[in-house]
């Protein structure tokens, strides 16, 4: 599986943005994905993951401003980003797993390159 991400770019505090991720291959429907995000000199971390169906879980820090949605058709996930902060920048990516969904970034086999948001204040 291959994964691309986009949407990144330069906003201001309050703005709003939605990233996305192209998966190749088959099956999609069938796999975890998650988005994490790694900001300046900090570790990977986890914002949030679907699996099959509607179910979602998300970072506490991200609850109420983010969601994410995926199309099984178009092999897309989303994530729509609301009253974004300067603490939301950083390169986010989007990963994939056909394990089931986690919040630990080594159980994802499959990294996209990451796409950075930067939120000025």
């Known amino acids: 599986v291959q994964l691309q991400a986009s949407g990144g770019g330069l906003v201001q505090a309050g703005d709003s943005l939605t990233l996305s991720c192209v998966a190749s291959?088959?099956?999609?429907?069938?796999?975890?994905m998650a988005w994490f995000r790694q900001a300046p000199e900090q570790e990977r971390e986890f914002v949030a993951c679907?699996?099959?169906?509607?179910?979602?879980h998300y970072h506490d820090s991200v609850k109420g401003r983010f969601i994410m949605s995926r199309d099984n058709g178009k092999n897309t996930v989303y994530l729509r980003m609301d009253s974004l902060g300067p603490e939301d920048t950083g390169v986010y990516f989007c990963?994939?797993?056909?394990?089931?969904?986690?919040?630990?970034?080594?159980?994802?086999?499959?990294w996209g390159q990451g796409t950075l948001v930067t939120v000025s204040s």
């Open positions: 291959g088959s099956d999609f429907k069938n796999y975890a």
């Open positions: 990963a994939a797993d056909r394990s089931g969904p986690s919040m630990l970034a080594p159980a994802y086999d499959f």
């Open positions: 679907s699996w099959s169906g509607e179910w979602t």
